[in-house]
């Protein structure tokens, strides 16, 4: 049931941007126990006045490549779960399309699993009695 919204600058080829989009699915697959086909992802582009970031925020070394990655999640995981999420990201991303782990920042907003409809005005993970 994640919901991924990923921001990045303008102006990279479709095929890296499907490296991230995949790379974000498969590392939620292996660490978050994603069924398949649970996979709700966009990508927006930012021109270069509309991106803004602290290029060295935590001792940190940004460069124009960074990606934001927020991630909207049921609270069920745990804080090990998290952990393992970020590490797989950032090995995944590394591998393709190719990302420096320091652009690669990950937000992750967790809500109760009844906050979710996929479809037909139904709140699929509510208890049936609520």
Excluded: C
């Excluded at 809500?111 to 996929?118: D, H, L």
């Amino acid at each position: 049931m994640p919901m991924t919204r990923v921001s990045l600058r303008r102006g990279k080829p479709a095929a890296y941007r499907q490296a991230i989009l995949d790379g974000l699915y498969l590392a939620m697959r292996e660490t978050f126990d994603v069924p398949d086909d649970d996979r709700f992802m966009t990508i927006s582009e930012h021109d270069e006045d509309d991106f803004s970031y602290g290029k060295s925020y935590l001792g940190i070394a940004r460069s124009d490549d960074l990606v934001m990655i927020q991630i909207t999640v049921s609270k069920t995981r745990t804080i090990a779960q998290k952990k393992a999420l970020y590490a797989r990201i950032a090995e995944r991303l590394s591998s393709s399309p190719g990302l420096r782990p320091e652009d690669i920042f990950i937000n992750l907003i967790e809500v109760a699993p009844e906050n979710w409809s996929f479809g037909h005005g139904i709140a699929h993970y509510a208890p049936r009695d609520a």
